[in-house]
């Protein structure tokens, strides 16, 4: 299984979640699988993704899944102190692991070398870590959700793209569209 | 009646709304920190790095809650790209309350090297600046974080070794 075919398998399991998506191919892939005015898509800032889904689910009640990437929480990881150390019960940081900087055209990152992102989430204090295979990640996800405990799950999946079209919704309309839908619940 | 200018300017910044800081350390800050680290009435967050809480606080403000970065002006030069495409792109007011290091009174020789970029960066990223350098400047705070929401851009509040030693 590669990423398209993960975010397929989690697609019945996030039903009325708020979803922060990665920049690049996996915003791509879930925009073109299943476009929802719950989901934000990055366009750019590589790395933040877990950041601002953390910073979404302190701020309302509502879950949040961060739809994440390997390389992205290399980017930043500093990310992990960060939700360890500030528990939202509400977030979920889903890190679909494919061992490659899939956006940029699937050069390994060291994730998929020596590095395990399970262990270093671990040994940066978060205390739900769960690394499971990628058919296995819709079930983990369902169990996740059901905890209602902040969840760190590392997919491990195959490298590889699907070739979808690059997102041309204007990021002021995205923010907006998904502001409301968040203001929405909260009403 | 809050004592000293670091507690005065965390209450006007909540008298203004804002609920939601992160921050990245500075000594000039500390104060300010601190106190906002023991308020209540505003969530804190310390990130590691200020790229990760600009992220913070775009994710906080689509939640619904008004936020505020701390920082030193050193970290104009980690967040460039994070003010660029995250940022201004979706159009997030973020008011930047920053610690102006390497100008006048400055100990610290490397603090002058970032000080020389940090104005022509912030007029580079087309990013509304102000600069609180003698006592009584901290009065323009209140305007400054109305303009931040109205216009929705990161604003720059630089605050100077002058200006933490006089107010
Ligand atoms: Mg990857």
């Keep these: 299984m590669i990423r398209n075919d993960v975010l397929k398998s989690i697609l019945p399991i996030i039903t009325n979640e708020l979803v922060i998506c990665n920049i690049g191919s996996p915003s791509q892939e879930l925009f073109s699988l299943d476009d929802q005015t719950s989901n934000f898509y990055m366009l750019g800032t590589m790395g933040l993704c877990s950041s601002i889904g953390l910073g979404l689910a302190m701020a309302q009640p509502e879950k949040v899944i961060a739809i994440d990437g390997d390389g992205s929480i290399l980017t930043n990881m500093g990310t992990l102190p960060t939700i360890a150390n500030n528990v939202a019960d509400n977030f979920i940081l889903l890190i679909i692991d494919n061992g490659s900087y899939g956006s940029t055209g699937d050069q390994p990152t060291y994730a998929g070398k020596k590095t395990s992102l399970s262990a270093v989430a671990r040994a940066c204090g978060c205390e739900n870590v769960v690394e499971c295979q990628a058919k296995d990640t819709a079930d983990e996800l369902k169990k996740a959700l059901a905890s209602n405990q902040m969840t760190v799950i590392v997919c491990k999946c195959l490298s590889g793209n699907v070739k979808v079209p690059v997102i041309e919704m204007n990021p002021v309309i995205i923010a907006d569209r998904f502001m409301t839908e968040v203001g929405r619940r909260q009403s | ?167």
């Design chain 2, 1 to 167: 009646m809050a004592s000293n200018i670091s507690e005065r300017i965390v209450d006007d910044m909540i008298a203004h709304g804002i609920d939601f800081v992160t921050s990245v350390p500075c000594k000039q800050l500390a104060g300010v920190i601190e106190y906002v680290g023991n308020n209540d009435k505003v969530m804190h967050v310390p990130s590691n790095k200020e790229d990760e809480g600009m992220g913070l606080c775009a994710g906080a403000y689509m939640g619904g809650k008004r936020p505020c970065i701390i920082m030193q002006n050193t970290a104009i030069g980690v967040t460039v790209n994070t003010l660029a495409t995250l940022i201004q792109y979706y159009q997030f007011p973020l008011p930047m309350l920053i610690s102006y290091r390497g100008e006048l009174g400055e100990p610290v020789a490397c603090q002058v090297e970032m000080a020389l970029h940090t104005k022509a960066l912030l007029d580079q990223l087309h990013i509304p600046t102000f600069h609180f350098h003698k006592k009584g400047d901290e009065a323009e705070l209140g305007d400054i974080l109305k303009y931040t929401q109205m216009s929705k851009k990161p604003t720059a509040i630089l605050t100077d070794a002058f200006f933490w030693r006089t107010a």
